[in-house]
């Protein structure tokens, strides 16, 4: 195989017309164990999802020895898979796609005919719904991403907001600034905060998640990938009273879209609903800068639905050869089954959890029985 960008599947893609004087064709370019460097600008522009940016794949690894494959209709890319094989499969690296079926037919018609020996092509958070493959496939729901599509400016997403929502944002940020003559809201370009600041509302959120009885996922090794991540392509909300940082958010800019990754406040300003005002603040600057969506991430947290983001699901979606190999690979689909009921069950648990029923009541003793335990043992180990 040739490291070359090479023109291919002509003959297995077949053209469509927009109209029957200005005909419009698919083509694909093939990258072996390569990533061009216009793939990066395509990636951002197609998915706008942190999950398909090169920054992350900077910062995170995971492409040696990848290759790529780009879609086009006409002459505007359609669809970037950065892909790694093994004996018998392929693997999608990027993630978060809302991709059509079109463009994972051709791509299944690419593979399968270029690799015999694979027998099936695996994608993760794919966000459209497969329904018409020309090959066998089996899907699951993974994960959750909460976006709100922003408006043009802060006063009408405001007035988009619920009335309760709404009132409360007017309300505590006006209480702030009055009792707190110092309040301040700062955002900071990636480039050149001062690492201190991002430290500082790691750590907040490390409180946060303490208070709640649960164990923060920011490693110390992860707290590096996320300052490596905020100088690639972030920008830090930050509120501060009398100079002191007492929240802030961590966002990773890609294109237009905007990721929250990560967001905290000192607790000694619950009564203030400073999480919420500070949403709200940082939302406002991304419209600012022009932004088209603002995601909340992963999670189903009420908070999120009130700041008007529509709940968004990721599939992992696996494509076969032939129903031969779907059954030599059998336990793919065990797996995903196993994943989503895994899944399922930990949806329904934190609806119980939320719940005022009369299961809400064990299920919510169980599970603070468990998230302690999980916070004693680190100490213990």
Not at 86 to 102: Q, R, Y
Not at 135 to 160: G, R
Not at 345 to 368: D, V
């Amino acid at each position: 195989m040739t490291n070359n960008n090479v023109p291919l599947m002509q003959q297995a893609i077949e053209p469509a017309s927009d109209t029957p004087s200005h005909p419009t064709s698919f083509s694909a370019e093939f990258h072996d164990s390569a990533i061009p460097a216009h793939a990066e600008q395509a990636l951002h522009s197609l998915y706008g999802n942190v999950y398909s940016s090169m920054p992350h794949f900077r910062v995170y690894g995971g492409l040696d020895g990848a290759n790529t494959f780009i879609l086009r209709k006409g002459q505007v890319p359609v669809a970037v898979f950065l892909f790694r094989l093994t004996e018998h499969s392929a693997h999608i690296l990027n993630e978060g796609m809302d991709v059509d079926d079109l463009a994972i037919t051709q791509f299944a018609n690419f593979v399968f005919q270029r690799y015999e020996s694979v027998d099936f092509i695996a994608f993760k958070g794919v966000a459209h719904s497969i329904k018409n493959l020309a090959y066998p496939f089996s899907q699951c729901s993974c994960t959750d991403d909460s976006v709100i599509s922003l408006p043009e400016s802060s006063d009408a997403y405001l007035q988009a907001l619920g009335k309760a929502t709404r009132k409360n944002i007017k309300q505590y940020l006006n209480r702030l600034k009055r009792e707190y003559p110092t309040f301040d809201f700062h955002v900071h370009d990636g480039r050149t905060v001062d690492e201190h600041l991002i430290r500082k509302i790691i750590a907040l959120n490390r409180v946060r998640f303490e208070k709640k009885g649960k164990v923060s996922g920011v490693t110390a090794e992860e707290e590096e990938r996320i300052i490596q991540m905020i100088r690639a392509c972030g920008i830090v909300g930050a509120i501060s009273i009398d100079g002191v940082p007492c929240a802030g958010s961590l966002v990773y800019c890609i294109g237009e879209h905007y990721h929250s990754w990560l967001k905290a406040h000192d607790p000694a300003y619950d009564d203030y609903r400073l999480g919420l005002v500070g949403s709200f603040l940082m939302i406002s600057e991304c419209i600012r800068r022009g932004g088209k969506t603002f995601h909340l991430m992963w999670g189903r947290e009420p908070h999120k639905a009130l700041l008007n983001s529509e709940l968004r699901t990721f599939s992992n979606l696996t494509v076969y050869r032939n129903h031969a190999a779907a059954l030599r690979n059998c336990s793919v689909l065990f797996s995903q089954v196993y994943q989503h009921s895994m899944r399922q069950g930990k949806l329904w648990l934190l609806e119980m959890e939320r719940g005022s029923g009369k299961m809400s009541f064990p299920i919510k003793a169980g599970l603070n029985g468990m998230r302690k335990i999980k916070t004693w043992l680190p100490h213990r180990s």
